[in-house]
């Protein structure tokens, strides 16, 4: 089974600009999150996808994050325009069902990252 | 909302012997504790969770022991490898409904010398 896929796995931008992060979660997982690490902190929620809808997005810093997820598959996450504290590691994780209920079916996995880093 | 304390920042261990990592949560309502570990230039995977109404859970080396009175949760590594050289992050969560959303430590680095 593939596990969960991010693109681009580094980004190099200048402040201003607009990058998209794309994540491919495993086939048949509803949920989908959003997180971010700044170097040396803790890694962040941003939000939370099920299916195609919004279950939370109370992790969003601000207006120039926008997430998609149309279809219920893939989802992306676009910064427009980057600042230079948007520099961090993104990372997409999914799951069959909620995290924290019994059963194997509800593991979070990780994608490997996107290493954004706005100039 | 929600503050998970995460320490030590760095843990340097002899292989054989014992690693504790330590987490305090501020939200009682707090009821699900998992645990990651990143190994360098992997993503974060699942290593062992516990949920609020257990104290304590094993597989096989590790271990994880949950103390919700004092609001404090810790994982046990024993008898570490080599291969065990990560850095590994708690997580505090509140499941309600569909909604999760985990805050994290800052993470441990765990360096295992052979």
């Known amino acids: 089974e593939a596990g969960v896929t991010q693109f681009p796995s580094h980004s190099v931008i200048e402040k201003g600009q607009t990058v998209t992060l794309r994540c491919d979660p495993i086939s048949g997982h509803d949920n989908l999150y959003w997180y971010r690490r700044v170097m040396g902190k803790e890694i962040k929620f941003l939000l939370h996808?099920?299916?195609?809808?919004?279950?939370?997005e109370s992790g969003m810093p601000n207006n120039r994050f926008l997430a998609e997820r149309t279809g219920g598959t893939y989802s992306t996450l676009k910064v427009q325009p980057a600042e230079l504290e948007d520099s961090g590691v993104y990372f997409c994780?999914?799951?069959?069902?909620?995290?924290?209920?019994?059963?194997?079916?509800?593991?979070?996995?990780f994608g490997p990252g996107t290493r954004l880093t706005v100039l | 909302g929600e503050n998970v304390e995460q320490h030590p920042s760095t843990l340097s261990v002899q292989e054989g012997d014992s690693a504790v990592i330590k987490c305090t949560y501020s939200?009682?309502?707090?009821?699900?504790f998992p645990w990651y570990k990143q190994e360098l230039g992997k993503r974060p995977q699942l290593i062992i969770d516990i949920r609020s109404n257990v104290g304590e859970k094993k597989d096989q080396r590790i271990a994880v022991t949950l103390n919700k009175t004092a609001k404090h949760f810790s994982l046990h590594i024993t008898e570490t490898q080599p291969e065990d050289s990560a850095v590994y992050f708690c997580a505090a969560s509140i499941r309600s409904g569909g909604s999760y959303i985990p805050t994290f430590g800052r993470g441990t680095s765990l360096i295992v010398h052979p």
């Open positions: 939200d009682s309502a707090s009821n699900y």
């Open positions: 996808f099920v299916k195609e809808s919004k279950q939370d």
């Open positions: 994780a999914s799951s069959q069902g909620s995290p924290g209920r019994a059963g194997v079916g509800n593991t979070q996995y």
